[in-house]
């Protein structure tokens, strides 16, 4: 089944709270136990979108990719522009990670610095447009 989620940063360095203006709002295919389902994301890539805010730098969309193989039998990945490589930002085994309110994700950006961001909500349901309540 489909579900709205949204990340925020989570604390670091930098941001010793975390921040809720940098992070990820995303339409995903999850399981009963939280995790992200390939079978599930096969049948509906098309609704599958990704919104990245961060700060004053805007918002970027994109979709949530699904690779065979990788490191732990899969990698899933945020595509900014399916028709040029490199822009690709990777989640950290996100395979095994459970989208549940409270718990944690790490992506590394397109320069691949990893960023652990914390869920801090999931609505299960029909898919909206990502970002449309911003």
Partial sequence: MLHHVTLH???SKQFPEGSPR????MTAPLDDQG????????N??????VCRFW???????????HRPGGS????WMIDYNQDRAGDEEAGYH??????????YVTIGDDDGHPHTFQVVSVTAGTPR??????
């Avoid at 732990?72 to 990698?75: L, M, P």
């Fill in 35 to 42: 995790r992200l389902d390939p079978q599930e994301w096969s």
């Fill in 22 to 25: 940098y992070g990820y709002e």
């Fill in 55 to 65: 700060g004053d730098e805007g918002e970027r969309q994109g979709v949530l990719v």
């Fill in 9 to 11: 940063l989570a604390r």
């Fill in 94 to 103: 996100l395979h095994q990670h459970r989208f549940v309110p409270g718990e």
């Fill in 72 to 75: 732990g039998g899969a990698t």
């Fill in 44 to 49: 509906t890539r098309a609704h599958c979108r």
């Fill in 129 to 134: 447009r990502v970002g449309e309540d911003r």
